[in-house]
């Protein structure tokens, strides 16, 4: 089946710092979203990639749908502690109707 | 809040038992997914329901099934529970038949004892 690599698994920063986190797979996705999920609550929908080289940004986040269509990046500038939590990397790929989820970046940010 | 409503919130029974866990998707939303998240395999698919009939299948056991009811309501049974069963059960819903931006439920935390 397919499967994603996430990584890193998990990061500390400082509160200001800009963070990077990425998602690889071995086949082609046509579809990557970001997610984010708190303690307690269900995986929130951050950003949606439909093309190839596609940028797109929602406030500090910005991801980017890889060339190869086979990865995407994640990046939050100047992070602030309500930036904690768990971010996954989803992919959909052509005619599935299944995600398939990495294991997810756990971000913690010091004050 | 996603608009998506699970049921229980929290919910501990012993091995062997059956349990139903219940979720209200999105107003106007005609597909819903359930999907199994544990600490060691992270989110995994179970299974898909649009408009009442099963459109997809993934890691489900045969222990486990589930439905979509006419008011698109879902349910999804949990039989013979064994220790591993524990996790959290969420359910997402979307208006189409990808998952493309679907809204997740706060999910359900099964604990088996």
């Known amino acids: 089946g397919q499967q994603l690599n996430q990584s890193p698994q998990s990061m500390f920063i400082q509160e200001g710092e800009d963070v990077s986190m990425n998602c690889t797979s071995s086949?082609?996705?046509?579809?990557w979203l970001w997610y984010k999920q708190e303690p307690g609550e269900g995986p929130v929908l951050l950003i949606a990639l439909y093309k190839a080289g596609e940028l797109t940004s929602n406030g500090r986040l910005t991801a980017q749908f890889g060339i190869t269509r086979k990865d995407s990046f994640l990046n939050i500038s100047a992070s602030i502690p309500s930036d904690v939590g768990i971010y996954f990397c989803?992919?959909?790929?052509?005619?599935?109707?299944?995600?398939?989820f990495g294991k997810g970046t756990k971000l913690s940010v010091i004050p | 809040d996603s608009g998506v409503t699970q049921t229980p919130k929290h919910l501990i029974t012993a091995t062997g038992q059956r349990v139903t866990l219940r979720c209200s998707p999105r107003s106007g939303d005609l597909s819903v997914y359930w999907y199994q998240q544990s600490l060691d395999q992270g989110l995994q698919f179970l299974i898909q329901y649009y408009n009442g009939e099963e459109r997809a299948k993934g890691n489900i056991l045969e222990r486990f099934s589930a439905q979509q009811f006419p008011d698109l309501h879902s349910e999804l049974n949990l039989s013979s529970l064994e220790l591993g069963d524990s996790a959290l059960y969420f359910c997402?819903?979307?208006?189409?038949?990808?998952?493309?931006?679907?809204?997740f439920g706060q999910g359900t935390r099964l604990t088996v004892v």
């Open positions: 086949s082609i996705f046509n579809t």
């Open positions: 989803a992919g959909l790929g052509a005619g599935s109707y299944q995600l398939t």
């Open positions: 997402a819903s979307s208006f189409g038949t990808f998952n493309t931006e679907a809204f």
